[in-house]
């Protein structure tokens, strides 16, 4: 497993909401992943809390109603996750993309995205998420915009080591959300050369998403951002 999962449970606020978390930070990071219609959609936001630097995280997952049928033995807590409002089904096949990319929209407007860099997502993931987040007024990284690929695999590396040394030392506070304590819990690590690489305990039904999407997000806010309206100041 994944070592930053013995800190998980003893770093849990249940307090913490997304509205509390924007509200006590300085700079946000967002990070996607997944999306596979019999996959999850994880989405994952990092804050800086002001004074005191911690780093807060909130996750929330879309699922289609098909992996229900197709990963039977997940069905009971999915709609359990449902049940905690961290987990949605989705009633049409672009809902998943909408939501995310109107949350995203939500917190562009507090003013704590930076003015690049601020939305990480898999390389290789969903063409109709960029398009989503595009429509909605974001630029890609190479207009020199927010939305910006991460690399996977053992690129994550940094973000899996960062956030295992965060948790252990009590820098890093997350929402007491069982959704993602779930995906904590369906993490190994393999070595990819001399980097260390997430998978899944368990092929197809082991879901890691929230997870991997806690990694883009940590990836970005570990370059040291600043908020978009501290920089118009």
């Known amino acids: 497993g994944w070592a930053g999962a013995e800190y998980w449970q003893g770093a849990g606020d249940n307090t913490l909401t997304l509205e509390s978390l924007l509200g006590r930070s300085e700079v946000v990071t967002i990070g996607i992943d997944g999306g596979g219609l019999d996959d999850l959609l994880g989405f994952c936001v990092i804050g800086r809390e002001k004074v005191t630097r911690k780093w807060l995280v909130w996750g929330r997952a879309w699922a ?3 992996v229900l049928q197709r ?3 997940i069905a009971t807590s999915l709609k359990d996750f449902a049940a905690d409002k961290d987990l949605v089904f989705c009633r049409h096949s672009t809902q998943d993309v909408e939501e995310v990319a109107a949350l995203c929209v939500m917190i562009r407007e507090s003013g704590l995205l930076p003015e690049t860099a601020s939305i990480g997502a898999d390389k290789l993931g969903l063409p109709g998420l960029v398009e989503a987040l595009v429509e909605a007024g974001f630029k890609t ?3 020199q915009g927010q939305i910006t690929g991460i ?3 053992g690129f994550l590396n940094p973000a899996i080591m960062g956030c295992e040394r965060k948790l252990s ?3 890093m506070v997350h929402a007491a959300q ?3 304590a779930w995906a904590v819990g369906n993490a190994k690590v393999e070595m990819k050369s001399s980097a260390r690489a997430i998978t899944k305990q368990q092929a197809g039904a082991a ?6 999407a806690l990694f883009n997000a940590a990836i970005l806010m570990s370059r040291n951002p600043e908020a978009a309206a501290k920089l118009d100041v």
């Open 71 to 73: 990963r039977k033995e």
């Open 207 to 212: 879901k890691i998403d929230p997870l991997i």
């Open 178 to 180: 069982p959704l993602m």
């Open 64 to 66: 289609h109603p098909i």
């Open 141 to 143: 990284i190479d207009e």
């Open 169 to 171: 030392d009590g820098t």
């Open 151 to 153: 690399s996977q695999g």
